[in-house]
């Protein structure tokens, strides 16, 4: 923690819930999340739920669900919009009695015949201008006559207004360019930009960071800031995060909701690590960074101006370096809940859970995501196999001779004392030559033996986990696979 200037951090994560959280949200969840945990400050929730029309439900519960996923805890909120809405009525209020902003009683007939006029014409959609100048008698009247109306910021007519970003630089924009915006919607409802504004001001918001696409409607921030009177915050738009196509991420990206990486069996450490790199890095040579070194190196200066790209690639490595160092433990305790979801529903509930560590030992070298290993390792939870007979005559082999593999091997294996994965291939290998066979295909007719699989983790050390007892069943169970498919072979025919 860094306490200099910045000591008096205050920053904001303010979603809409308006749909479920992507990656692009999160990244602005985590980048200010890192910046308050550097200088020590503080991380505000704050839920932007004004646009009701729009409000999706469950969305806020699936906001913080991600949050928490990641460890992104906030020290104050959630703090809800649309339970402060006297604060943004008096705001707008403030700005109409200073001429900073006017009623409007455009109907949306008359608003979309504007329109149609402006797009025939060529010319950008935007507010006429129609109720600017009315008298505050005949804006009296209407109200009190029951029109509805709405509030608009007065936009001066010319000039310019500057934004200046911290990653961007200086932003310049001609006032002639911007809109009257809309501050309060009929319904009693401020738009997102004046509660924004409000709020941020409301709870001493020190710097807004946010994604780029909100820079357009920065210049109508700063007035807004200008007109009441306040001192703006500091800003810095987060550069975009694009697709490998370099099209703006979307969900045919798979940019998918944050849940559902966690439920895919991305790690959070590997998600923060990847996250943090989609618009700033330590160097141009460090990927793998803890949450510790994020934030104890995190800095806006090292925020990129040029667009970042989702490499899912680069997402599924990290995440199999994270899963690999893990200690053998902790890796069976997060894969447990994968594996209770993912293996069928035929085998057996609770899973023992020391059984669960062996098996894990066995895959977490190989897993890229958790919800891999249920189907990995299956195999290892069934009673009895199930595979084409076929598939235990490795390159052709004569059915008599899987036999004899089968059952010569049932007689070398080690005692129960003797159980391991080294003395298993000690005992095994030498059949190979005894036997003039290739040790491929020994291995490989035992390998679909005991796991049903011509691919599957290490031979021995699979006997080891799956023990003698297991062993010796999947054994004998494979020569009867066999004598059903040639009676000829079955003992006791003579043959
Ligand atoms: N509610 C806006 C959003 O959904 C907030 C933008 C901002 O941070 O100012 O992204």
Redesign the pocket.
Known sequence: MVTDTHSQVRV?????P?GFPHVG?IR?ALFNWLFARRYGGTFILRI?DTDTARRVEGAVESIQDGLRWLGLDWDEGPVFQSERLQLYRDGAATLVRSGKAYHCFCSPERLQAVREEQTRNHLPPRYDGHCRELTQAEVNRRLAAGETAVVRFKTPLSGETGVSDLIRGEVVFSNATLNDYVLMKSDGYPT?HLA?VVDDHDMGITH?M??DE?ISSTPLHVMLYDSFGWEPPQFAHLPMILGPDKAKLSKRHGATTITEYRDQGYLPEAMVNFLALLGWSLDDKTDLLSREELVANFSLERIGKTAAVFNKPKLDWMNGVYIRALSPAEFARRALPYLEHGLSADIGRPLNIDYVASVARLVQERAKKLDEIADLCEFLFRNELSYPCEDLLVKGMEAALAQEILNRVSLVVPTEQNWSAVSLEEAVRPLSDDMGVSTKQLFGTLRVAMTGRTAAPPLFETMEVLGRERCMSRLAHAVQVIERQYPELASGTGT
């Not at 904001?12 to 809409?16: D, E, G, H, K, Q």
């Open positions: 904001r994560f303010a979603p809409s308006t949200n602005t932007e997102y924004n807004v946010r994604a909100w």
